[in-house]
Nanobody, 114 residues
């Protein structure tokens, strides 16, 4: 079973950058389409970004132009570069495959201060 570890969260000032990482110990990494979700208490889990196995990316309207998802198939890592963060980007961020094949990791908390 895959083991997923998200990292990189923390307190960040509005307008600043933050880079999240997700390390997946899994043999089929290169074949997976990968996504980042975020969850804020009281709200539905939101799909914020996705990347296909060939590198095609998609983004939620709320983060388009500010976030960049990327993958490193050698390191089995997927990153989320967050720029120009907003208070509404606050939440716990999780990575998974597009079809939710991985067990959920512990997530990484991002708190954006105004």
């Amino acid at each position: 079973q895959a083991q997923i570890v998200e990292s990189g969260g923390g307190l960040v000032q509005a307008g600043g950058p933050r880079r999240l990482s997700c390390l997946a110990s899994e043999n089929w990494f290169t074949a997976r389409a990968l996504v980042w979700f975020r969850h804020t208490p009281g709200k539905e889990r939101e799909l914020v970004a996705g990347i296909s196995r060939l590198g095609r990316t998609t983004y939620a309207d709320s983060v388009e132009g500010r976030f960049t998802i990327s993958r490193d198939n050698v390191q089995k890592t997927v990153h989320l570069q967050m720029n120009s963060v907003k208070v509404e980007d606050t939440g716990t961020y999780y990575c998974n495959t597009k079809d939710l094949a991985w067990p959920w990791g512990q997530g990484t908390q991002v708190t954006v201060s105004s």
